[in-house]
Structures are given as C-alpha cells and as structure tokens.
C-alpha cells in the first residue's frame, strides 16, 4: 500500500494540512489516528473540526469513547477507543462509520476487525519539539484520491 508523507514544523502546520483534509472529506468517512501521547492526533482533530466549520472546542474523548460535534458542514464523530477491554465487542460502531458525518478513530489498532477496509489511516510520528512526521495510509480509491489531491496541493503551498 503506498503512504503519502507529510512534515509539520508546528501545531499550527498540522491543523492547516488537517483543514485541508476536511475539505476533501464525504459522509461516511473513516479515518484513523495512530501515534503516542502528544504526538498531535487532538491537534489533527481540532483541525479536521475547525475546517469543517465545527466551533465546538474538541478534546480527547478519553473518558466517553465517542463524541458527537455537530454544527459544521458534516457531523464529527470522534471516537477514542483506548479504553475499550474486549476488541471484538460490538459498541456500535458500524452505525458511526456508515452515518451522515466522518468518524475519527485514535487508537484504532485496538478494534482493528471492526475497521471498515476502505479508510484512510494516518500515523503522527514525533521528530523534534517542533516537527512531526505525518503518515497517510489510504485503502480504497476515495482515499487514495483523497491523498493525492492533499500531496499536490502541500508541494505548490
Ligand atoms: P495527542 O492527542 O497525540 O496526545 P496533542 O495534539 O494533544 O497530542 O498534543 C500535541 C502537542 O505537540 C501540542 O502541545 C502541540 O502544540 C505540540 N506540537 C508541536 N509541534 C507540533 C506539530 N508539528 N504538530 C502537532 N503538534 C505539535
Ligand atoms: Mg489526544
């Protein structure tokens, strides 16, 4: 599968490369957010958030699983499942991934058979205090579309 690498130098590059990805995102959307602690996948959120017009400050949804923001082009579903103790228990997800907004999944490797196939993975990786290396894994064409649309437009920004 190819990836698609982008480099942030700060907070604010990572909500901007995020806005951009709101842009190009449909109804029924997943995307996954993999990386450690203060990696930047709240960052990458609020991002998504603000470019789809969501005013709503957004949080990690530790303690909820999920969260629902509404108010913008699309809903947000936001969704950490860090604390979910059986992967193969059926919390409803399916109905997030196939509703009317985008789901954003932190954590997702833990309910891996859950994922729908088609969704655009993303790692952050930190470099330095300042810099984050992005990884964008997409499966399906929607997102590989998605991705080469994103690359095009951060080599002429
Ligand atoms: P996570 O949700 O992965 O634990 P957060 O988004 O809450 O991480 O925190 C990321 C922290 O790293 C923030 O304090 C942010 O300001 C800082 N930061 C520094 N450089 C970057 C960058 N290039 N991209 C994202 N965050 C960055
Ligand atoms: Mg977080």
């Known amino acids: 599968m190819e990836e698609y690498v982008f480099f942030t130098k700060s907070a604010e590059e990572t909500l ?89 999944v932190e954590w997702a490797h833990l309910i891996e058979d859950q994922l729908p196939s088609d969704r655009l993975d993303i790692q952050i990786f930190y470099v330095d205090d300042s810099t984050r290396k992005i990884t964008m894994t997409p499966y399906g064409s929607h997102y590989i579309d998605i991705c080469k649309e994103l690359r095009n437009e951060s080599i002429s920004n």
């Open 16 to 104: 901007k490369l995020a806005k951009k990805l709101s842009e190009m995102v449909e109804k029924s959307d997943v995307l996954t957010l993999e990386g450690d602690l203060g990696a930047g996948k709240t960052t990458f959120t609020k991002g998504l958030a603000s470019g789809l017009g969501i005013k709503k400050n957004v949080n990690s949804p530790t303690f909820t699983i999920i969260k629902e923001y509404k108010g913008g082009r699309l809903p947000l579903y936001h969704m950490d499942v860090y604390r979910v103790e059986d992967a193969d228990e059926d919390l409803g997800f399916d109905e997030y991934f196939h509703g009317d907004g985008i789901t954003v």
